[in-house]
């Protein structure tokens, strides 16, 4: 990636999470100044000490619940960032259902403040941690950009309607540039093993829980149907290096430096792996075998979900070079080094 000559100030929101933080690295090699702003609801200070063991240099961090309005335009008066990249928000499909306000609340008011002191603040470049699930109804694969969006939950729809908030926004200020990234399933760590996934209590989503059996944490891999319409029965999905789609957010922001308007972009490799495949990947990687249980479809579940890529490989000139050994090997790298995820400090 190319170097800039001065360091460009970028916020990252969410900078303390398992995709925050890998790219808090990326743009630390590519040149760029991270500050990072984190409640640290979902997330431990410790990942800042680790960010700093491998940057080589400590990261300006800021606490701070960006559903308050006052003190995140201050933070915007102190630091006057040139761009924003936003992580922050809630997460989980299945506490999204049975807690919607909550989910509402957070994610978009969060969105709302952050978006009302950059137009005080005057800074126009955003780029948004969008999601494959606003893919909803769609089931030809692979995904491309121009599909319709809808939803299936309340985390899912907090993601469609900060993209249709962006794009108004757009269209309102011409000067303003919102880059979209719809990510697929990030697996995968940073090589070091310092930094990684550290989901609280049990893991909902598939790499996280491979780890934690091979650690000896879990039992055994429930794996959720064996009778979708796929080559071998069970669900697939495009998964992801992390660092793959860090590096994708630098590219988005240098994007944003040559471009108003509101666009979206899928980041993926635009293959599909099976349940299956992941775990014989794994098992090969790690040389950790995972006993399995076949169980019913999990609810929600679609058979198929892969991107096509290739627009962000055309317009922002970034494509996912990790293979899917690569990425078992870090995520075992990770959990191997980190059995009970990042300290509490
Ligand atoms: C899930 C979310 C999605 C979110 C994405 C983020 C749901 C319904 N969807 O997607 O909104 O954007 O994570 O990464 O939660 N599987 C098992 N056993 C397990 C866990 C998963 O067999 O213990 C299977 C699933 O049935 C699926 C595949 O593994 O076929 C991947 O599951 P997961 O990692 O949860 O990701 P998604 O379902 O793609």
Redesign the pocket.
């Known amino acids: 990636m190319q170097k800039i000559e001065k360091r460009e100030k970028v916020l990252v929101c969410g900078g303390a999470g398992y995709i925050g933080s890998h790219t808090v690295l990326a743009l630390e090699r590519a040149g760029f100044e991270a500050v990072i702003v984190d409640d640290l609801s979902n997330s431990k200070a410790s990942v800042l000490d680790r960010l700093q063991q491998i940057a080589g240099r400590s990261f300006k961090f800021y606490r701070l619940d960006l559903c308050k309005p006052r003190e995140t335009l201050e933070l915007f008066r102190q630091e006057s960032p040139a761009a924003v990249i936003h992580f922050a928000g809630y997460k989980a499909?299945g506490e999204s259902v049975e807690k919607p306000l909550m989910y509402y609340r957070n994610n978009l008011d969060s969105t709302l403040s952050l978006l009302e002191a950059m137009q005080k603040a005057g800074c126009r470049r955003f780029v948004f941690s969008s999601?494959?699930?606003v893919y909803g109804g769609v089931t030809r694969m692979p995904l491309h950009e121009d599909d319709p969006t809808s939803c299936t939950s309340p985390?899912?729809w907090t993601k469609v309607m900060i993209e249709q908030i962006l794009r108004d926004l757009c269209v309102a200020d011409k000067a303003f540039s919102a880059v979209l990234l719809r990510y697929f399933?990030?697996i995968g760590a940073d090589p070091s093993g310092l930094i990684g996934e550290d989901p609280q209590g049990i893991p909902?989503?598939?790499m996280p829980?491979i780890t934690q059996v091979a650690v000896g944490k879990l039992d055994k891999?429930?794996?959720?149907?064996k009778d979708y319409p796929t080559p071998d029965g069970?669900?697939v999905?495009d998964y992801i290096h992390v660092s793959d789609l860090a590096e994708g957010h630098v590219a988005a922001l240098d994007f944003s430096r040559r471009s108003v308007g509101c666009r979206a972009f899928n980041l993926g490799t635009g293959q599909g792996v099976s349940?299956l495949e992941l775990v014989h990947a794994f098992e090969k990687a790690s040389g950790q075998k995972i006993p399995l249980q076949i169980e019913g479809r999990?609810a929600?579940?679609i058979a198929e979900?892969y991107a096509d890529p290739s627009l962000a490989e055309e317009v922002l000139g970034w494509k996912a070079c990790r293979d899917l050994e690569e990425m078992c090997r870090d995520s075992w790298n990770w959990q191997k080094n980190n059995p009970g995820g990042f300290p509490e400090s």
């Open positions: 499909v999601s494959a699930t985390y899912g399933n990030p909902n989503n598939l829980y891999l429930h794996v959720f149907g069970t669900g999905r349940v999990r929600g579940d979900c």
